[in-house]
């Protein structure tokens, strides 16, 4: 059974610090991995995505990756309160039809 | 970029009729969705797996005749709950696989209510 981890939280914040967001996987032949963030009430959107070992930064979001431990995270630098969200985690599975494995999602909440 | 539309976007419907919500990605083709259902504070469940021009594949636990969906084209793919109940009320995220870096992206979703 292929699993996705992830710290359920809430993950509170104070408002401009950095949120770190952990998920850790199961399948060591996993190539891509991938952030998303859904608000209440609303479908996921993606954030940000990682195929490589290291950092890959986009705006305030910042995705990290090392394969060797199975670990993805992801930092949010200046933490806004529209950041409140809760953040899934999702690694493609090499199995037919290449599903995502989904992680059951870190609520955040940045406090003002 | 990599827009994908859903409608209706809400839905009530009386127990025993059937509804279909409609997919569709409006500036890519897609020969992958994916129809996916989420109860209140629970995480996302993928029902089915759904290719261009052929049958779907359901996730375990999923009834296929209950749910059926059908992907006609590139852009389109449909999703009907047939003679609905109260249980089925949820709300119904279809996406779409976007590239060969197997991104998915998500419509805004359906929320179903079946009295």
């Known amino acids: 059974q292929k699993e996705v981890e992830q710290n359920s939280g809430p993950l509170s914040v104070p408002e401009g610090a950095i949120a770190s967001l952990n998920c850790t996987y199961s399948?060591?032949?996993?190539?891509?991995f991938f952030w998303y963030r859904q608000y209440s009430g609303k479908s996921p959107e993606l954030i940000m995505s990682?195929?490589s070992n290291g950092d890959k930064e986009d705006g305030r979001f910042t995705a990290q990756l090392n394969k060797a431990s199975q670990y993805v995270s992801l930092l949010i630098r200046d933490s806004q309160p529209s950041d409140s969200a809760t953040y899934l985690c999702?690694?493609?599975?090499?199995?037919?039809?290449?599903?995502?494995?989904w992680g059951a999602g870190t609520k955040l909440i940045i406090k003002p | 970029g990599a827009v994908v539309s859903q409608h209706p976007s809400w839905v009530i419907c009386k127990s025993g009729t059937s509804v279909k919500i409609e997919c569709r990605s409006l500036?890519?083709?897609?020969?992958?969705m994916f129809w996916y259902r989420q109860f209140p504070k629970q995480s996302l469940m993928l029902m089915a797996t759904?290719?261009?021009?052929?049958?779907?594949?359901?996730e375990q636990g999923v009834e296929k005749d209950k749910f059926l969906i059908n992907h006609a084209s590139l852009t389109l793919s449909t999703l009907t709950v047939t003679s609905a109940h109260p249980e089925d009320s949820s709300f119904y995220i279809c996406?779409?696989?976007?590239?060969?870096?197997?991104?998915?992206?998500f419509g805004p979703g359906t929320r179903l209510t079946v009295t």
């Open positions: 996406s779409a696989r976007y590239s060969v870096l197997y991104e998915q992206y």
């Open positions: 500036d890519f083709q897609a020969t992958t």
């Open positions: 759904s290719n261009e021009g052929s049958k779907a594949t359901y």
């Open positions: 399948d060591r032949v996993s190539q891509s």
């Open positions: 990682i195929y």
């Open positions: 999702a690694v493609l599975s090499m199995d037919s039809n290449y599903q995502l494995i």
